[in-house]
């Protein structure tokens, strides 16, 4: 099947090209379920999303998607060992409460995980912070302090740690500006973070 | 609205799950739409406990149509343009159906207590035997809510060939005991009536009271805070009776007259069975979770309602939770709510708009869909 680019969000792009086809994929915090459904249509996944938006879930029960209402916290205890090929946490991941654990179970239930978040140290949060004094509100962090879903704000340079960390296999990476992928110093230029990773321990 | 009519269907014998045979059997059922000619558009719609085999249309010369006619019709959640919907009376009914009310034939009277101890799965061997009558091999869907849910969850476990979906809704794979508790008030406030008379009262005044009674119980547990609330307040009738203990606030009005009415509609002894067959009920028969579905391929929709406190979605969840373990295509919604229990038959839109996605899936077996509506 051909590969229809456009109206596709730069994040999922990425992601699509990571995906083997045929693959089994669970989308915690999938949304209105675009991601997946891109997944099933042009990768012929299958799978399903979790997501605890009542609005959203009817978005994608009307898409055909097979969704569970629910949070991603306790979404996965009970699903076997190595159930899906990738766990998604596509900019769900800093919402999470205890992401130590769901990041373990999530490794736990996939082959791979991808995981995609806002980098916190992207350069306008960066110049917000030093020169406004104000907490940064920017294209990668769209909301207001007393509005935003955002229980952690983490940089790409954080997550990297943390996979050395917990001696977590990091497969592929993307990193995302504005409209582009971003090749030098993402840290400081991406807005957006995306890994393919894999393993991990203790 | 169209005109519909009960239709029977009778059958020698059923060997019941607890091992007795009973029969002859009829079963009261009603049809609506047209049945397409490969037969794969037939939906079985289950009902609860106080319902029956007239799920929507009317009756001719009646003006209340069926219980479930806000989601049944022409371009309605079980749209009767697409598919053949039908729904019958449950074995141990008083709507049409075999039950104590019965004539017993080696009596001539009605069963009363010498009717057997039926089960949910008795009820749907019943269907099923009902479905092969209609020539049905595979149903598109089995559906129903609350002990209509708990038929769903038979099908799944005993006949996963037979169905290519099932949506439980408002349910659980079995009662806790405050879900028992409150059958078992409902049933001794029954037994509790002298007219009950260990169950002989066909030809005498039945325990009407009793039932009254039951069903007051039911209704409460039907719906919630909230939308006791909003429909009653702590609004007074206003009374010119001089007595002490009459219905002073509006729900204990509400709540008479709704127990009063169904005594006029419903016979005790059937109140008895079903609500045992319920409290008895285990939708995975014992076995591990595995086991029961082993063989289930159908698609699987569950739906719960946030202010539903007699069937809590923890309950469906546990459904749910034995879907993923056995890897069926699941999805779970819970609505918002505030209508309690009662809320499967009152929150049409949004029901609506999840069983209609979820059917067309299953009818025309995509993926996903591009032309969707939102």
């Known amino acids: 099947m051909a590969m229809r680019y456009e109206n596709i969000y730069p994040d999922h792009r990425i992601i699509l090209e990571w995906v083997t086809p045929s693959a089994s994929v669970l989308d915690l915090g999938c949304g209105g379920g675009e991601l997946l459904y891109l997944l099933i249509k042009q990768k012929g996944a299958h799978g399903h999303g979790i997501e605890i938006n009542v609005e959203e879930i009817y978005k994608c029960v009307a898409k055909g998607l097979n969704i569970l209402h629910g949070d991603i916290e306790n979404g996965l205890a009970d699903y076997k060992d190595q159930s899906f090929d990738y766990v998604i946490l596509n900019q769900s991941l800093q919402q999470i409460r205890q992401v130590d654990r769901v990041l373990k179970d999530a490794l736990r239930v996939g082959k791979k995980v991808i995981v995609g978040f806002p980098n916190f140290a992207y350069y306008r949060s960066r110049l917000q912070i030093l020169f406004g004094g104000r907490t940064p509100v920017n294209a990668a962090l769209p909301y207001q302090w007393y509005e935003t879903l955002n229980l952690h704000f983490l940089s790409i340079l954080d997550f990297v740690e943390y996979c050395r960390e917990k001696k977590i296999r990091i497969e592929h990476k993307g990193f995302l500006g504005k409209d582009q992928q971003v090749q030098l110093f993402p840290n400081v230029f991406a807005q957006t973070g995306i890994f393919l990773i894999s393993g991990g321990k203790e | ?374």
């Not at chain 2, 006029?264 to 079903?274: E, G, M, Q, V, W």
Request: charged share 20%; glycine share 8%; proline share 4%.
């Open chain 2, 1 to 374: 609205m169209s005109i519909v009519q009960t239709e029977y269907f009778t059958f020698n014998e059923l060997m019941l799950e607890n091992g007795e045979k009973l029969g002859p059997i009829t079963i009261a059922y009603e049809t609506y739409g047209q049945l397409d000619s490969n037969r794969s558009n037939a939906v079985l719609i289950l009902h609860a406990l106080s319902g029956d085999a007239h799920a929507a249309g009317l009756h001719e010369g009646e003006k209340d149509p069926g219980w479930w006619d806000s989601m049944i019709g022409p371009g309605k959640a079980f749209d009767t343009n697409e598919y053949f919907v039908i729904c019958s009376n449950v074995l141990g009914g008083c709507k049409g159906s075999t039950g104590p009310a019965s004539l017993n034939p080696k009596s001539g009277k009605p069963y009363a207590l010498d009717f057997p101890l039926i089960t949910i799965g008795d009820m749907v061997n019943c269907q099923k035997r009902l479905i092969d009558h209609l020539g049905i091999e595979q149903l598109l869907s089995v559906v129903g809510g609350s002990m209509g849910g708990m038929q769903v969850l038979s099908w799944l476990v005993n006949y996963p060939q037979s169905i290519r979906s099932a949506i439980p809704i408002a349910t659980t794979a079995k009662h806790s005991p405050q879900q028992i508790a409150f059958n078992e008030a409902g049933r001794l406030a029954i037994m509790a009536d002298p007219n009950w008379n260990s169950g002989n009262y066909y030809d005498g005044s039945p325990p009407a009271k009793g039932l009254a009674v039951a069903r007051m119980i039911g209704h409460i547990t039907y719906m919630s805070d909230v939308s006791m609330a909003e429909k009653f307040g702590r609004q007074k009738k206003w009374s010119s009776q001089k007595e002490k203990f009459t219905a002073d606030f509006e729900v204990e009005e509400y709540l008479r007259y709704r127990g009063d009415n169904f005594v006029k509609r419903f016979d005790a002894n059937s109140y008895l069975y079903i609500t045992k067959a319920i409290d008895h009920f285990d939708g995975f028969a014992g076995k591990t979770v595995q086991e029961a579905f082993q063989h289930v391929k159908g698609k699987v929709l569950v739906i719960a309602f946030k202010s539903d406190w007699l069937y809590p979605s923890y309950q469906s969840q546990e459904i749910v939770k034995a879907c993923k373990i056995a890897g069926l295509e699941t999805s779970y919604c819970e609505i918002e709510s505030t209508y309690g229990h009662d809320a499967f038959l009152l929150e049409i839109e949004e029901e609506s708009h999840l069983i209609q996605h979820f059917l067309k899936k299953v009818f025309y077996d995509y993926e996903v869909t591009d032309g969707y509506a939102i």
